[in-house]
């Protein structure tokens, strides 16, 4: 079994930055792909970022490349996403996630993902 628990979000003006973490319990957590995606009222969950449970592959979504950067302690069983240059269109609840039916190939859909966390609330001001 695997439980994620975000923490870190909060308000922050545009152009400021945020540091996301999601601890973990599981044994099996360092060999799973895990991601971020995010929900905006009236939206569906889109992918924000993933990383592979082997090696340090990465993806983000073409709408946070080269602001967001994911990473993952495997020691500590905590995720992280690193937010930087924020946008109000950033603004959302934030989740983290585990595929445990994958350790290599980062899946960019919600559905692909079987453990969540209960979400944290990024807001952006302009």
């Known amino acids: 079994q695997v439980q994620l628990v975000e923490s870190g979000g909060g308000l922050v003006q545009a152009g400021g930055s945020l540091r996301l973490s999601c601890a973990a319990s599981?044994?099996?957590?360092?060999?799973?792909?895990m991601g971020w995606f995010r929900q905006a009222p009236g939206k569906e969950r889109v992918f924000v970022a993933g990383?592979?449970?082997?090696?340090?592959?990465?993806v983000e979504a073409d709408s946070v490349k080269g602001r967001f950067t994911i990473s993952r302690d495997n020691v500590k069983n905590t995720m992280f996403l690193q937010m930087n240059s924020l946008k109000p269109e950033d603004t959302a609840v934030y989740y983290c996630?585990?595929?445990?039916?994958?350790?290599?190939?980062?899946?960019?859909?919600?559905?692909?993902?079987?453990?969540w966390g209960q979400g944290t609330q990024v807001t952006v001001s302009s």
């Open positions: 996630a585990a595929d445990s039916d994958s350790t290599w190939r980062i899946r960019t859909t919600q559905y692909n993902y079987n453990y």
């Open positions: 599981g044994r099996t957590f360092s060999r799973y792909v």
């Open positions: 990383m592979s449970g082997v090696g340090d592959n990465t």
